[in-house]
């Protein structure tokens, strides 16, 4: 059975990790979920990297916004950048309506 997501854990020592930003971005040319994640603390840039790419990410990882972002994301919500700074186009994505 072929894995149908994926999520890059972004390095908390700072260091960006192209390998793994490489792995994320054949996934998701291949239509399968991707997901970059980056704890607040960590300044490695692989979420925005992976924005710039059209993948999914976010810079709240560890935190209840965080959760909910990872797993929106996951399930199909509106792909983008989201968490803290300017970059962001918001916290979280949008809640789904009913």
Do not use: H, Q
Request: glycine letters at 12%.
């Amino acid at each position: 059975m072929a894995a149908y997501a994926i999520v890059d854990v972004a390095s908390p020592t700072g260091r960006g990790d192209g390998g793994s930003l490489a792995v994320v971005t054949a996934f998701a040319k291949r239509d399968r979920r991707a997901v970059v994640a980056e704890t607040p603390a960590s300044k490695s840039g692989a979420a925005l990297t992976a924005a710039d790419r059209d993948i999914p990410s976010f810079n709240s990882l560890g935190t209840e916004t965080g959760g909910y972002t990872l797993v929106a994301l996951l399930t199909g919500a509106e792909p983008g950048f989201y968490g803290t700074g300017d970059e962001a186009v918001a916290p979280y994505p949008p809640i789904p309506e009913k």
